[in-house]
């Protein structure tokens, strides 16, 4: 019998096809076609560069096999297979393998967010409906400026009308946009991914639109080209992806969601589904939502009118004149108690969102907040992640 290895492999149902793992691969391991993001195993080398800039956990996957599955099998695949079965006389071996794998990936989670697991009451979400090869076309039908004009920051509202075809997206999840053109070396441009900002039927309800909520990045590509979309253009949609960063369906679950810019798009889509079917009946939402300013936050007249008894709201900024500057994890100390009181409730689920610089700060104020309680942050924190409430992207 062949000696058994340990194959690197990615969950097809969690994995949000972002291709931040392909491009950050130094040995090029990491392969896509129009469905699926695979290893190479005759490629890959272990040095777990993918493992940290994953936003999902999705690349945190291994089988020990006697035969590695080949790119074709694993392009093929909608979910993970089980662990195959190894004889006895393997044991040492695939226990002395274990010991190795462990070392190195101690190491590259360092400053990974975890692998993602979806709250136990959430909808099962629908994945890759609409791949590369076979994307959605769906139809602009606004383009709004959210923040202010002459801001430095240009966000906007985009919402996308997809006429007859489904698109059964859940609150959380992403779709991808197809940017028109090639690259350099003449292949399609990559999809860029977005989180949906509405409810899964829709801004409007029941007339199947979705809509995003787009940062204009000076350099960006697909930004640029999304947030100068016109009523009527038509454009290209993969997806939809995510099967982790989902809302509980109990009522009584307490949302805790902490934001910057964009990072608020997953947060409007839970607030606007809470107010559409529980309402008051909530068992209530807390939101720590960082910017530089009034002006500069996505939505921000839009929340003022989210009743505080549905959604109790810390806006918090970083550019005020006179003001020092504060940012969400400044905020959350200031609001220990409550914060504490939600860490303490086994029915509170955590999602964090926005840019990836901001994990350091939050999970300091969060480590702070637990030991003021007597707990210790990361042991907490692992155990809300492993029952599914605890849920981070950031990019």
Not at 214 to 236: A, F, I, M, T, W
Not at 321 to 348: H, I, N, S
Not at 366 to 371: M, P, Q
Request: charged fraction near 25%; aromatic fraction near 6%.
């Amino acid at each position: 019998m062949n000696k058994p290895l340990k194959q690197h492999l990615i969950d097809p149902e969690i994995c949000i096809r972002c291709y931040t793992c392909e491009m950050t691969c130094p040995e090029e391991a990491i392969v896509h076609d129009d469905m699926n993001v695979v290893v190479d195993a005759s490629k890959c080398n272990f040095c777990m560069d993918c493992i940290p800039v994953c936003p999902t956990g999705s690349i945190d996957e291994w089988r020990v096999v006697a035969e590695p599955y080949s790119v074709d099998e694993q392009f093929e695949w909608t979910e993970l297979p089980e662990q195959e079965e190894m004889g006895a006389s393997q044991d040492t071996s695939i226990e002395a393998m274990d010991e190795a794998m462990a070392a190195l990936l101690a190491e590259a989670h360092a400053g990974a967010g975890g692998k993602a697991k979806a709250p136990a009451s959430a909808s099962k979400p629908s994945i890759n409906m609409y791949t590369l090869g076979k994307p959605a076309e769906a139809t602009v039908q606004g383009n709004y400026r959210l923040t202010a004009e002459g801001s430095d920051t240009d966000v906007r509202h985009i919402i996308l009308d997809f006429g007859g075809q489904p698109m059964p997206v859940l609150e959380g999840q992403s779709i991808g946009i197809i940017p028109p053109g090639t690259d350099a070396d003449g292949k399609a441009h990559l999809p860029r991914l977005y989180s949906v900002s509405s409810p899964r039927d829709g801004e409007r309800p029941n007339y199947n639109n979705v809509s995003l909520t787009v940062k204009r990045e000076e350099q960006g590509l697909c930004s640029n080209y999304v947030c100068d979309l016109k009523p009527g253009d038509k454009v290209k949609v993969t997806g939809p992806f995510g099967a982790t960063f989902l809302i509980p369906d109990d009522p009584e679950a307490r949302l805790l969601m902490i934001c910057t810019g964009t990072g608020s798009a997953p947060m409007r889509s839970f607030t606007m589904r809470r107010q559409r079917t529980v309402g008051a009946r909530s068992g209530g939402m807390v939101m720590f939502f960082g910017a530089r300013s009034p002006d500069a936050l996505p939505y921000f007249g839009p929340l003022k009118k989210v009743p505080q008894s549905l959604l109790h709201q810390h806006l918090v900024f970083s550019r005020l004149d006179g003001q020092p500057k504060e940012y969400v994890q400044d905020r959350m100390r200031a609001e220990e108690d409550e914060v504490a009181d939600l860490l303490q409730d086994p029915k509170t689920h955590i999602y964090i969102c926005g840019l990836r610089g901001m994990e350091e700060g939050v999970e300091k104020a969060f480590t702070n907040i637990a030991e003021s309680i007597g707990e210790q942050w990361t042991a907490l924190r692992d155990t809300m992640r492993g029952e599914g409430r605890y849920h981070v992207e950031t990019y």
